[in-house]
């Protein structure tokens, strides 16, 4: 770390500045700012190298159409510049709770989002058309016409967790009044996604890596999610899903079935005879965050953040990777309970296997969720499972109930913090030295490396730090997770349900107050938060 650097970063953070990009800087990792100016430098910075990589006016995604999220400006090495349904939803997950926290300016980019999926549902694909299956497909040119090439297909998670987005803005439109623009526009799209899962949640396909073709916990939970809040935001609008209410619980089911005991949860491909990983996967990470319920208990079933299998489950994954990247042997990484990064899953050998920028942010997510779940549930608990994820942050705590008002709670709360605070510096010691997040870090030293301004890794770092910072968008989190029960016995069925093609994709002009996002920030070449004579913006989380 170059001290300027350094000190130019921290002022500019003090003076409520944007960082301007320096170009051709060493990538060479650096010495970590306090994580609180951290966030506050990297959150808008993250924020405006997402709306770079949306079309049409981003400026690193020239071509792409309305409201198309670029998975990277990337072209080649690897080449990304191609729509994904899954990485696009994950995307619009963050921009609309930003939005919904208070961030008027994202609104037309949300509808823009809202059209362009309508676009995509009705293409005729490898994956088959709407009603054959090609919700599957997993990703798409720029332009919003069909990727024709061999590919791992299909990807039977976009479907569900675009629903899942869209549901958000739906829900938030129904509660300002405007029922009939939710019912009109989004309904239908949300329908078709709906429908989808229900029909092919019991068939295999690619996981989220988009190599291996069986059943994925990430997959198979947010289908579930999907239903369940599916059903509910149909019910709010005077229709019904009850091919939602059938296959919910049955997905619920077989969602326990990934849990391994004594193992870890894990992505293993049930379905899948040639299976050879030992099974901890980033993806069951991604699962209890994206699964996470304000609401929620921690002995609730489904691996929320703070349950136990979930935990066990967290010390899995990261321990098994502690020994997988030679930068951590000179670091307290190696050890138990310290900070470690995490990639996809130990065996991954693409790029040659390396920790991954949203896998790290995501592993500090999840304790950041736990933390908010045990603060609003008034007890942590110490589940048998996950004593040994305890013991590694308090040595010698026993399994139990610990009250709000205990100094055990506050104990373990305290340090489980500091633990998920380490994940989040490692993001930042790792990150190129303007803040651009690429997809991976070296495991030899540490460089950012493949995708370069991968848009989910900004996501992922933003909803982190929201995370982090608890509150009012973490309350607004909720989408009836504790309704959800497994029946006795489990069956693998499917249902039959509607697809429509959508036809209102022109939203009314502006529903709220709104303005219009900047996306002509230049976040690779100029100073990222402020475009060309744009005013520099004050820092802000949007809670
Ligand atoms: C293999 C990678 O592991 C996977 O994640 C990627 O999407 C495909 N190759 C295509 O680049
Ligand atoms: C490869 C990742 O494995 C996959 O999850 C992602 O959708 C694509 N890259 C695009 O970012």
Same mark, same amino acid.
């Given at each position: 770390m170059l001290l300027n650097d350094l000190t130019t970063r921290a002022l500019g953070v003090l003076a409520g500045l944007t960082p301007s990009r320096e170009t051709g800087t060493s990538l060479q990792p650096r010495a970590p700012i306090p994580l609180d100016d951290y966030i506050k430098y990297e959150t808008p910075y993250a924020l405006q190298g997402i709306l770079n990589n949306i079309g049409d006016k981003g400026s690193q995604v020239p071509g792409a159409s309305e409201g198309v999220v670029v998975a990277s400006p990337s072209t080649e090495n690897p080449n990304y510049f191609y729509t994904w349904t899954r990485d696009s939803a994950l995307t619009f997950k &963050?921009?609309?709770? /930003?939005?919904?926290?208070?961030?008027?300016?994202?609104?037309?980019?949300?509808?823009?989002?809202?059209?362009?999926?309508?676009?995509?549902?009705?293409?005729?694909?490898?994956?088959?058309?709407?009603?054959?299956?090609? %919700?599957? $497909?997993?990703?798409? &040119? /720029?332009?919003?016409?069909?990727? +024709?090439?061999?590919?791992?297909?299909?990807?039977?998670? !976009?479907?569900?967790?675009?629903?899942?987005?869209?549901?958000?803005?739906?829900?938030?439109?129904?509660?300002?009044?405007?029922?009939?623009? =939710?019912?009109?526009?989004?309904?239908p799209i949300i329908q078709n996604d709906l429908t989808y899962v229900t029909n092919y949640w019991n068939e295999t396909g690619f996981d989220l890596w988009e190599e291996v073709n069986g059943s994925s916990i990430f997959t198979t939970a947010m289908q579930q999610r999907a239903l369940v809040e599916g059903s509910d935001f149909a019910a709010a609008i005077g229709e019904s899903c009850p091919h939602c209410d059938a296959e919910a619980p049955q997905i619920a089911c077989f969602l326990e079935s990934y849990w391994w005991g004594d193992r870890s949860i894990s992505n293993q491909n049930v379905k899948t005879d040639n299976y050879t990983r030992a099974g901890n996967d980033c993806s069951s990470i991604l699962t209890s965050i994206h699964l996470f319920d304000a609401k929620a208990k921690c002995?609730?079933?489904?691996?929320?953040?703070?349950?136990?299998?979930?935990?066990?489950?967290?010390?899995?994954?990261?321990?098994?990777? @502690?020994?997988?990247?030679?930068?951590?042997?000179?670091?307290?990484?190696?050890?138990?309970?310290?900070?470690?990064?995490? *990639?996809?899953?130990? +065996?991954?050998?693409?790029? *040659? !296997?390396?920790?991954?920028?949203?896998?790290?942010? #995501?592993?500090? $997510?999840?304790?950041?969720?736990?933390?908010?779940?045990w603060d609003a549930t008034g007890s942590v608990v110490v589940h048998q499972v996950s004593?040994?994820?305890?013991?590694?942050?308090?040595?010698?705590?026993?399994?139990?109930?610990? $009250?709000?008002?205990?100094?055990?709670?506050?104990?373990? /709360?305290?340090?489980?913090?500091?633990?998920?605070? *380490?994940?989040?510096?490692?993001?930042? =010691?790792?990150?190129?030295?303007? !803040?651009? %997040?690429? $997809?991976?870090?070296?495991?030899?030293?540490?460089?950012?490396?493949?995708? @370069?301004?991968l848009t989910w890794s900004y996501a992922a770092f933003n909803t982190m730090a929201m995370a982090r910072a608890g509150g009012k968008a973490l309350d607004r989190e909720t989408w009836g997770s504790t309704k959800?029960?497994?029946?006795?016995?489990?069956?693998? +069925?499917?249902?039959?349900?509607?697809?429509?093609?959508? /036809?209102?994709?022109?939203?009314?002009?502006?529903?709220?107050? #709104?303005?219009? =996002?900047?996306?002509? !920030?230049?976040? =690779?070449?100029?100073?990222?938060?402020? *475009?060309a004579g744009a005013r520099p913006r004050p820092f802000k989380l949007w809670l």
């Open positions: &963050y921009l609309i709770s /930003t939005y919904i926290g208070g961030n008027d300016t994202l609104e037309g980019l949300i509808h823009n989002y809202t059209s362009a999926q309508a676009k995509l549902q009705v293409l005729s694909t490898p994956s088959g058309d709407l009603s054959t299956g090609g %919700l599957g $497909e997993p990703k798409f &040119y /720029t332009n919003l016409t069909a990727f +024709e090439g061999s590919w791992g297909r299909p990807q039977r998670d !976009g479907p569900a967790l675009r629903a899942t987005t869209l549901i958000a803005y739906a829900n938030h439109l129904v509660s300002s009044d405007q029922k009939d623009v =939710a019912k009109d526009i989004l309904w002995d609730d079933p489904g691996y929320q953040p703070c349950q136990g299998k979930a935990l066990a489950n967290h010390k899995a994954v990261v321990d098994s990777m @502690r020994k997988s990247y030679p930068i951590n042997e000179a670091t307290e990484a190696t050890e138990q309970g310290k900070p470690a990064p995490v *990639g996809r899953y130990p +065996e991954d050998d693409y790029y *040659g !296997g390396n920790p991954w920028f949203l896998c790290t942010s #995501a592993a500090a $997510e999840q304790l950041y969720k736990a933390i908010y779940q004593q040994a994820f305890f013991n590694d942050l308090l040595p010698g705590i026993k399994v139990g109930t610990y $009250e709000k008002s205990s100094e055990t709670f506050k104990q373990v /709360t305290d340090a489980v913090k500091v633990y998920a605070d *380490g994940f989040a510096d490692l993001v930042q =010691a790792h990150e190129h030295q303007n !803040g651009s %997040l690429s $997809e991976q870090f070296s495991q030899e030293n540490g460089t950012a490396i493949s995708a @370069r301004d959800v029960k497994a029946p006795d016995v489990c069956k693998r +069925e499917s249902a039959t349900g509607t697809y429509v093609t959508p /036809t209102a994709t022109i939203f009314p002009s502006s529903s709220s107050n #709104a303005g219009s =996002a900047t996306t002509t !920030g230049t976040a =690779a070449s100029g100073s990222p938060s402020s *475009g």
